[in-house]
């Protein structure tokens, strides 16, 4: 008797009837869910706010000039970080915002290594002057 009793907790415990099982992993799914919507990502305002003082800076320092395709790359993703923000779409969010910032930090440096640029060839042009002055006036 003990074996047939036993078995009989066996199959108990190991298999479910269909009711059960169901039961089982309704409740799982909800687990899961309840879960995954806990680890929603966060509004992403601070990467916001670097992307737009990022995009802020490329513009102040002349992006528009010297750098309109990242410029305008970084002001249409910004904008589009924007709407997605708007929409509650935060992983979207955070990726065009750290798509911005790239854009307008490239912008930037592109902006400073082309004023460099005209600098150093400004100071060639003065150095070329001088020496024809100088050569001028040692004959």
Known sequence: ???????TMMKNTYFLNPNQAMHRIGMSVSAVMLIAGCASSPAPTEQ????????NN???????QFAPVQTKSALDKMAAA???MADKNYELALRLAEQA???????AEIVRSTKAQKAA????????VLREEIERQSR
Request: aromatic share 2%; hydrophobic share 50%.
């Open 121 to 128: 060839d400004a100071l060639q042009e003065d150095i070329r």
């Open 82 to 84: 924007e709407q997605a």
């Open 101 to 107: 910032e790239v854009d307008a930090k490239l912008a």
């Open 1 to 7: 008797m003990f074996n047939s009793m036993g078995e």
């Open 58 to 64: 490329a513009l102040s320092t002349g992006g528009n």
């Open 48 to 55: 916001m706010a670097v992307s737009r003082a990022a995009v």
